[in-house]
């Protein structure tokens, strides 16, 4: 059974900076896309960045140049780096994956299966 874990949360001011983690297990598949997405209060969710097996990686226009995604094999573990933090990045941030697939660019929620149960970003002005 697959399971995501996110952490690395919080609450910061703008131009601040956090990394969250997402650890992975039970995962099997030896081709796979991850997301990670986010949810504004009153909003849907929002792709954020995807990576894939090949390391290939997308941005969505919002956070291009801020974060980074990046993932650790030996660790089974996805990363996510937000510098420069606005407020408008304020939600709650999952994890998602899809195994035996690559990413067609950000893809909606819907494509992906598994997922964690988040983790709070706050950025105040």
């Known amino acids: 059974q697959v399971q995501l874990v996110e952490s690395g949360g919080g609450s910061v001011q703008a131009g601040g900076s956090l990394r969250l983690s997402c650890a992975a297990s039970?995962?099997?598949?030896?081709?796979?896309?991850v997301a990670w997405f986010r949810q504004a209060p009153g909003k849907e969710y929002e792709g954020v960045a995807t990576?894939?097996?090949?390391?290939?990686?997308v941005y969505a226009d919002s956070v291009k140049g801020r974060f980074t995604i990046s993932g650790d094999n030996a660790k089974n573990t996805l990363y996510l780096q937000m510098n420069s933090l606005r407020p408008e990045d304020t939600g709650m941030y999952y994890c998602?994956?899809?195994?035996?697939?690559?990413?067609?660019?950000?893809?909606?929620?819907?494509?992906?299966?598994?997922w964690g149960r988040g983790t709070q970003v706050t950025v105040s002005s």
């Open positions: 998602a994956a899809r195994g035996d697939s690559q990413c067609p660019n950000i893809p909606p929620a819907s494509f992906f299966i598994h």
């Open positions: 039970g995962y099997t598949s030896t081709r796979y896309c």
């Open positions: 990576i894939d097996t090949v390391g290939r990686t």
